[in-house]
């Protein structure tokens, strides 16, 4: 079992950036597929961002493609979700996921096994 902390969320004017980290426990993140999804009021979750525990081949929902990166430190048990050009669409509660399992792309909620608290970033315009 794996807990997630997901941290460097707030406001943020359009065009701006922002960082979010997840802080993994447990001695097998390396073991994981990790997920970045979000939630905005009234809205389904959608997905983000992920990135395989092989080779960390990575993917991206098509709304943030080109202006969000996804990478993982395994050595600190934390994936992070850089995010540029924000624009005020970008408005969610952002929630870090984590998968077991052998599935080559997880852009689901359901295929994730674990997850954070969430943290909200606001885009002013």
């Known amino acids: 079992q794996v807990q997630l902390v997901e941290s460097g969320g707030g406001l943020v004017q359009a065009g701006g950036s922002l960082r979010l980290s997840c802080a993994a426990s447990?001695?097998?993140?390396?073991?994981?597929?990790m997920g970045w999804f979000r939630q905005a009021p009234g809205k389904e979750r959608e997905f983000v961002a992920g990135i395989r525990r092989v080779l960390g081949l990575t993917y991206y929902g098509d709304s943030v493609k080109g202006r969000f990166t996804i990478s993982r430190d395994n050595a600190k048990n934390t994936v992070y979700l850089q995010m540029n050009s924000l624009k005020p669409e970008d408005t969610a509660v952002y929630y870090c996921?984590?998968?077991?399992?052998?599935?080559?792309?997880?852009?689901?909620?359901?295929?994730?096994?674990?997850w954070g608290q969430g943290t909200q970033v606001t885009v002013s315009s």
């Open positions: 447990g001695r097998t993140f390396s073991s994981y597929d």
């Open positions: 996921a984590a998968a077991t399992g052998r599935v080559a792309v997880r852009r689901a909620p359901d295929e994730y096994d674990y």
